[in-house]
């Protein structure tokens, strides 16, 4: 699909490009949330981050570290409660209009068919209906769907509705991505189509990606940078990793280079003690 | 099971209960009719009253005033519920000032009401529909209520993230979702309309098929109340049907319950 040019372009290039001016840049966020009793709870603490233009960042933690909270904030659909929130050198000063949001939940809006579904984000800002849904045509097609574009939500796999999911965010070319767990409820060979067809679109034209998961292996396999979160509550970052794995990659295949498996290996000692401690913390559940 | 064996044990179902009720009411079991035709009528004169009723063409105007009742009482209530409901889930401060009188007049039983529609709005049409429109109301508004509050959290978020604002979130999210608690609800709805238009009748009116069962009862005439009755079930029956198919074109997007096995 994409050229090969734009699939290239050595990782140190795109860092010097990037460095100039990070398409998302939290700086010391804290988040807390007042509790039932009157008292406060902690979410993130001081937890700073960067994504670089076009860069693909994973954020990994345990469970219930925060890490959808600091999307959120990404998102600006939460405000910190303490810190800064930047992007492209500008503050937010409320929702992110430049950033695509996935979700992990079922977000699509279950009255409308898949076209309808895609063509919604082009309608809302203005564009002539017949034409936005023309181009949520073209992009049901890419993402593999261009025989459903008149099935509703529920008339569609999970995979399917992931792949909606994303033709709609991504129709209104935003120049940032925000995904929080978006193949969390699918199967493991259905995640690893999700993940190829991910990066095949995301490779066309680089946006900067900010990628939640649990699943280390994806991150790794996935990203350009790896961050890991200390368990919850007063989550911060507690790690962060380049990925030297070359681009194009195929999820599958990556995954068997030696280069990824001494990745996984450091990541793994750092995350597996912040993994047992967010079991301890949430009794095991 | 297929739907023609279903059809088929309805219709059995139904014989049945017309033949016991036969059997009762003419057949001496120990020398006495265990239902006194007196109190019970038979099948046969309920059926000979209906037919006169259609062949005769009195029951079309009874028939036509308690329709007219019933669908203006569930197009003025439906109305207002969809917009109050809908005005009191985006402002919560106005919901909550409401609340109380809101719970107060939704637990009041309507009947008490009919008399005061009838000396407010006199014999006609009006005080039916108004006692309608207090059943209709309330269903279609506490539905639409909760439609608008319960619409999914993500599913808001992700619509905010598209760039929709205020009035296109109302659009494309709080309307579709209302309208469809509000459908989910469309055979009760309809079901009180028709209620509130026949006790309305009932208690005072010169037309109507309540008023068809009311006059019967007054001459202990058990035929007229029961063919009343029969003619009122078979009315609800096609009304209920006609929803159903409004219901089928317009919530195409709801998944279908998954058929229980037998």
Known sequence: ?285 | MSRTTLIILQIVVGLLAIALWHVFTTIPIFGVKLLPPFFFSTPADVGVRIVKWFVEGTIWRHLWITLIEAVLAFAIGSIAGVLIGFWFARKPVVAAVFDPYVKMINALPRVVLAPIFALWLGLGIWSKVALGITLVFFIVFFNVYQGVKEVSPAILANARMLGMNERQLMRHVYWPSALSWMFSSLHTSVGFAVVGAVVGEYLGSAAGLGYLIQQSEGLFDVAGVFAGMVVLAAFVIVIDGLVSLVERRLLVWRPVAPETQA
Not at chain 1, 15 to 39: E, H, K, N, W, Y
Not at chain 1, 135 to 158: C, D, E, I
Not at chain 1, 178 to 188: C, I, R, V, W, Y
Not at chain 1, 254 to 270: M, N, S
Request: glycine share 10%.
């Open chain 1, 1 to 285: 699909m994409a050229s090969e040019a734009s699939r290239g372009g050595s990782l140190a290039n795109e860092r010097a490009r990037g460095a100039a001016q990070p398409a998302v840049a939290l700086d010391d966020i804290t988040v807390t949330f007042p509790l039932g009793d009157g008292g406060r709870f902690t979410a993130v603490e001081r937890a700073s981050l960067s994504v670089a233009d076009g860069e693909f960042v994973s954020i990994v933690g345990p469970t219930g570290c925060g890490k959808t909270t600091l999307l959120n904030i990404a998102a600006g659909l939460l405000a910190p409660s303490s810190g800064r929130v930047e992007v492209f050198a500008l503050r937010l000063p409320g929702l992110n209009r430049q950033a695509g949001y996935l979700f992990q939940a079922d977000a699509l809006f279950p009255w409308k068919t898949a076209l309808e579904n895609v063509a919604i984000g082009l309608e809302v800002a203005g564009a002539a209906r017949a034409q936005a849904r023309e181009r949520a045509q073209a992009w049901l097609t890419r993402v593999g769907l261009a025989h459903f574009t008149g099935r509703y939500p529920h008339m569609l796999s999970g995979g399917q509705r992931k792949r909606v999911g994303l033709a709609q965010v991504l129709i209104r070319d935003p120049k940032i991505l925000l995904m929080d767990e978006p193949f969390g409820p699918l199967d493991a060979q259905t995640r690893q189509i999700m993940g190829n067809l991910l990066l095949d679109l995301w490779s066309a034209d680089r946006k900067a990606v900010l990628f939640v998961t649990h699943d280390l292996e994806e991150a790794i396999a996935l990203s350009d940078r790896v961050v890991i979160m200390s368990a919850g509550p007063h989550a911060r970052v507690i790690g962060d990793w380049q990925v030297p794995l070359p681009r194009p990659r195929d999820i599958a295949e990556v995954k068997l280079e030696p280069a990824f498996h001494a990745l996984h290996r450091d990541i793994w000692q750092v995350l597996k003690a912040e993994v047992l401690k967010g079991y301890a913390q949430s009794g095991g559940a």
